[in-house]
C-alpha cells in the first residue's frame, strides 16, 4: 500500500479497519490521522497499546462511540500474533486501528504479515517541499530553499520556524517574511544543526587549515568516526567546491545543480586550492577508497596518507 492508496480510501471515505504508517515524516502522518478522523467523524484516541482498549474494540458497550485508536511502536501488538490474527480476522465494530512505526524492520516476521497494511511515508523531495512552503509563506524560492536545507528535509521542523516567522511578522507587520528570516538566522532564532567533528575537519581540510586538520583528525579517532565516511564527506564537499569555484556562469545555482545553501557553503571554502588540485584530491580520495576495500591501503592510515599529499 502506498500513500495515493490511503488519499483514496479518504476520497471516497471508504477507511480500513487497519493501517500500519511507517517512515521518517512524522508530520504527514499525523496530517492523514487527522483526515481519516476528520472523514469518519470519529475522535482520535492515543493508548500506550492496543492491548489496553482491545475488551473496549471488540465488545463496546452501548455508549461507545467508534474511535480511531492510535498507538506508536506498539512491541506487544507486534509481538502478539494472536492478536494480530484477531485484527485481520475482525470488522473491529467500526473502528480503526492505526499503527506508527518509528523505524521499519523488513526482516520481522510482523513486516511480512502486513506488508499489505503498511503505508511507507518518506521525506518529501525539495520541489514537493518548496511547493508548500510557497504556499504557507511569502519567503522567496532562494530563501525556502535555505530553509529546507537547515531543516533537513524535516517537513515538521520547516512548519515550526514558518510559525516563528509568522508569529513574528505579526507583531512586526513592517517586515517581510524573507528579512524575518535572514535576521532569525543570524542570531540563531533559526539554528543551524551543529556540525558534527567530520564536517568540521572537511572544513579545515578544504580551508587549508593544517594545524587544525590534523588536530580534528585526531579528535575523530578519539570519538570513533570511520574513515569511509570522513572519505566520503570531504569528497562530496570537495566536489561542491569545485562545482563552484569552476562555475562561470552568473547563475550557479542553475548551472551546477546546487541548492543556493550548497552554494553558500561551497563558496566560504572556494579559493584554497586550484582547480587542478581539486581535481587530484577527488581522484586520490577514490584510490584510497578502493584501496581500503581491496586491503592495499590500512584504514587507519587512510587519512592521515590523505592530509600528507593535500594539505
Known sequence: MNITDVKTDIKNKIIKPYYIFAGEEIEI?????????????????????????????????????????????????????????????????????????????????????NSDKIVLFERLTTDMLLKYCQRITTLNKRNSERLIDICEHDYSRILLEIDKIKAYRARNTTLTDDQIFEQFVEDGTIAIPPQDAVFDLVDAILKRNIKQSYYLLDQCKQIGEANMVILSVLYTNAKQVLQVQACESPDIVKSTGLTPFQVKCAKEKCGNYYNDELIDMLRLIQK????????????????????????
Open 29 to 113: 502522518q499525523r496530517i492523514y490521522v487527522e483526515k481519516i478522523a476528520q472523514v469518519l467523524g470519529y475522535k482520535v484516541i492515543r493508548p500506550e497499546c492496543i492491548a489496553d482498549v482491545w475488551n473496549s474494540i471488540i465488545t463496546p458497550t452501548l455508549f461507545d462511540t467508534p474511535a480511531v485508536y492510535v498507538v506508536r511502536d506498539d512491541k506487544d501488538l507486534m509481538q502478539d500474533e494472536v492478536l494480530q490474527n484477531q485484527i485481520a480476522q475482525n470488522n473491529l465494530n467500526g473502528n480503526i486501528i492505526i499503527h506508527l512505526l518509528t523505524t521499519l524492520d523488513k526482516r520481522t516476521k510482523y513486516y511480512k504479515s
Open 288 to 311: 584510497i577508497q578502493k584501496g581500503i576495500i581491496t586491503g592495499q591501503i590500512e584504514d587507519d592510515l587512510s587519512v592521515n596518507y590523505l592530509l600528507v599529499n593535500i594539505l
